[in-house]
């Protein structure tokens, strides 16, 4: 005689299911992975602030640049690969890390963000305790790139509801300096800005600020800094 297989009570079933589905809703919500609608500053009387320098002169401010080059990378949707890259340090650009967006978006403005890094790290030493220094990862370290904004560009609030204080472009650091990102165009109901970062996640533009502590917030301003700045090849 065969013996029954025992099954779960209905009840049990039930429950089991309703828990991944709010699992599954949760993670929804905080990957972003529902509809929601965009908005933009102009829906919150918000006027973008644009740049003096038009760096690599092709008619773009700096500031529209940075966004671009953001947006780019987004698009591109990098493989999230940290891994070392010698002969210069760059990786393929279906290929990266939360610090390519940054490069990345430099590039785009006509900086060459790992060059000024390298010089900086090589004048003062001592303001990078933590680089090795290797022209190849040291701008591709999220502490570095820290260090340098913090001598370079201005620090700005890191209140996520002074709305009016986040610019497309600008540059903030997450998570007592673990990650790192820039401002997107677009903003939640609330008027607060998306961010566009390569943490691996699916949606590279999106509404970060509700899992992700900001820890610093900087925009870049080459007005202020003429004598670091080295040009793309």
Request: aromatic letters at 14%; glycine letters at 8%.
């Amino acid at each position: 005689m065969r013996k029954r297989r025992s099954r779960l009570p209905v009840k049990v079933l039930i429950f089991i299911l309703a828990v991944l589905l709010m699992a599954g809703a949760y993670l929804a919500v905080r990957y972003n992975l529902l509809p929601a609608k965009k908005y933009t500053a102009a829906d919150f009387g918000i006027e973008v602030i644009r740049s003096s320098v038009d760096y690599d002169g092709d008619g773009i401010d700096d500031y529209a640049d940075f966004l671009a080059g953001a947006k780019k990378d987004a698009a591109n949707h990098p493989l999230y690969n940290g891994r070392y890259w010698g002969n210069g340090g760059y990786p393929d650009d279906n290929i990266g890390v939360c610090t390519d967006v940054i490069w990345r978006r430099f590039r785009e403005a006509g900086y060459c963000l790992r060059d000024m890094v390298d010089n900086d790290i090589h004048a003062y030493p001592e303001e990078y305790p933590e680089a090795d220094p290797d022209i190849n990862i040291d701008f591709r370290r999220v502490n570095n790139l820290e260090h340098f904004f913090d001598r370079y560009a201005v620090s700005l609030t890191t209140d996520i509801d002074d709305i009016s204080a986040w610019m497309p472009g600008d540059i903030v650091i997450f998570n007592e300096g673990t990650h790192i990102g820039i401002v997107s165009d677009y903003r939640n109901e609330k008027g607060q800005v998306y961010i566009i970062h390569n943490g691996g996640q699916p949606n590279r533009d999106e509404d970060y600020l509700k899992r992700g502590t900001v820890y610093k917030h900087y925009r870049f301003d080459a007005s202020l800094v003429p004598d670091i700045l080295i040009a793309w090849y």
